[in-house]
């Protein structure tokens, strides 16, 4: 993929370019962000986010299809993340991952690196020996589906408990359950503040899996609360919604 020039707009495509971005947000959480804000429109194919000085700051999320990331470049146009305002475009070249669902993927020759006088050596080692992990498992457990190589998932804390159970009278503050290991005060903020009259988030010291979230009135927040009960901020989190008990 290529990011977009300052001419203007390229053609739709499934996958858009995010620039723009706080430059001092971690690869991990920068991309756990992402995938929190813009899981909301549509199937997520995969984040790419790069380490290096000249990568930092911008991103490329690829949706499934051209309507989910059209509506999240609407959408999202301008959103406050990490204090800083997006930037989004579409990708000029369709990626790798909607190449491959398409048909129209094509294995790009690496003989060129492998073979020959002039050859570059491939100096990566195999994840047996101390090298990277592959992508797709990397990606997993960004999401919550996998555990590192030669260890079983702990038990989860939160699948022992008994759900709360929340109020069903119209509230003010939102009580929020069955909340991702990775969850973060900004992720909720940046995921509620596009409703009007949100206030702040509240996370609880010592659980994850729960937090609060306040708007002015009941309506505002029974808004929120229509729009996002059972979200899924991950593939196997989906956010559970109540009315905070008065």
Same mark, same amino acid.
């Given at each position: *993929?290529?990011?977009?020039?300052? /001419?203007?707009?390229?053609?739709?495509?499934?996958?858009?370019?995010?620039?723009?971005?706080?430059? =001092?947000?971690?690869?991990?959480?920068?991309?756990?962000?992402?995938?929190?804000?813009?899981?909301?429109?549509? %199937?997520?194919?995969?984040?790419?986010?790069?380490?290096?000085?000249?990568?930092?700051?911008?991103?490329?999320?690829?949706? =499934?299809?051209?309507?989910?990331?059209?509506?999240?470049?609407?959408?999202?146009?301008?959103?406050?993340?990490?204090?800083?305002? *997006?930037?989004?475009?579409? @990708?000029?070249?369709?990626?790798? @991952?909607?190449?491959?669902?398409?048909?129209?993927?094509?294995?790009?020759?690496?003989?060129?690196?492998?073979? !020959?006088?002039?050859?570059?050596?491939?100096?990566?080692?195999?994840?047996?020996?101390?090298?990277? %992990?592959?992508?797709?498992?990397?990606?997993?457990?960004?999401? !919550?589906?996998?555990?590192?190589?030669?260890?079983?998932?702990?038990?989860?804390? @939160?699948?022992? /408990?008994?759900?709360?159970? !929340?109020?069903?009278?119209?509230?003010? #503050?939102?009580?929020?359950?069955?909340?991702?290991? %990775?969850?973060?005060?900004?992720?909720?903020? *940046?995921?509620?503040? $596009?409703?009007?009259?949100?206030? %702040?988030? /509240?996370?609880?010291? !010592?659980?994850?899996?729960?937090?609060?979230?306040?708007?002015?009135?009941?309506?505002?927040?029974? $808004? @929120?609360?229509?729009?996002?009960?059972?979200?899924? #901020?991950?593939?196997?989190?989906?956010? $559970?919604?109540?009315?905070?008990?008065?």
């Amino acid at each position: *993929m290529t990011a977009p020039s300052s /001419r203007g707009m390229y053609p739709p495509s499934p996958s858009i370019y995010v620039n723009n971005l706080n430059d =001092k947000v971690k690869k991990e959480e920068l991309k756990k962000s992402l995938y929190a804000i813009f899981s909301q429109f549509g %199937e997520i194919l995969e984040i790419v986010a790069g380490k290096s000085l000249k990568a930092r700051g911008q991103a490329f999320v690829v949706f =499934k299809d051209i309507n989910s990331a059209s509506n999240a470049l609407r959408s999202m146009q301008g959103f406050p993340f990490y204090e800083k305002p *997006m930037r989004i475009n579409y @990708a000029k070249k369709k990626s790798d @991952a909607v190449a491959k669902l398409d048909g129209t993927y094509t294995p790009k020759d690496k003989s060129k690196f492998t073979k !020959g006088a002039g050859a570059v050596k491939d100096k990566r080692k195999p994840y047996d020996q101390g090298g990277n %992990e592959p992508k797709r498992l990397m990606d997993n457990m960004l999401i !919550g589906n996998a555990a590192p190589p030669g260890m079983q998932p702990p038990p989860s804390a @939160a699948a022992a /408990r008994q759900p709360i159970k !929340g109020s069903g009278v119209p509230h003010k #503050i939102l009580f929020l359950q069955n909340l991702p290991q %990775e969850t973060t005060e900004m992720m909720m903020t *940046m995921l509620f503040e $596009q409703f009007p009259g949100f206030k %702040e988030t /509240r996370l609880v010291p !010592g659980r994850h899996d729960i937090a609060f979230v306040e708007f002015n009135s009941d309506t505002e927040a029974a $808004q @929120a609360k229509t729009a996002l009960n059972h979200f899924k #901020i991950t593939p196997t989190n989906a956010m $559970q919604i109540t009315f905070a008990n008065k």
